[in-house]
């Protein structure tokens, strides 16, 4: 499973920092990517790290958002920065192998006030 963690409130310009661990048979990952899902809209893609290491971001959070992975402990990390009333959503972390989806995690509100 994976336990994703460190929404909440912030001011616009302001920072938080997500993590998301992967446990029990969510092993061998290939991709870990963070999504997001803001209230009436469909779920997007934020930013994805492969297990070698490449990145991608969507275009409405490069330069401010930083996706980082320890494959050590299976975490994946997003630094945000900046923030942007427009990135109020729910953030999801999953977990791809063998370009699958094996598992999301439970999501965490981030809210950004102006």
């Known amino acids: 499973q994976l336990q994703a963690s460190g929404g909440g409130l912030v001011q616009a310009g302001g920072s938080l920092r997500l993590s998301c661990t992967a446990s029990?048979?969510?092993?061998?990952?290939?991709?870990m990517g963070w999504h997001r899902q803001a209230p009436g809209k469909q779920r997007e893609l934020v930013s994805a790290?492969?297990?070698?290491?490449?990145?991608s971001y969507a275009t409405s959070v490069k330069g401010r958002f930083t996706i980082s992975r320890d494959n050590a402990k299976n975490t994946v990390y997003l630094q945000m920065n900046s923030l942007q009333p427009e990135d109020t959503a729910v953030y999801y972390c999953?977990?791809?192998?063998?370009?699958?989806?094996?598992?999301w995690g439970q999501g965490t509100q981030v809210t950004v006030s102006s």
């Open positions: 790290i492969t297990s070698g290491g490449r990145i």
């Open positions: 029990g048979s969510v092993f061998n990952i290939d991709v």
């Open positions: 999953n977990a791809v192998r063998n370009s699958r989806v094996i598992s």
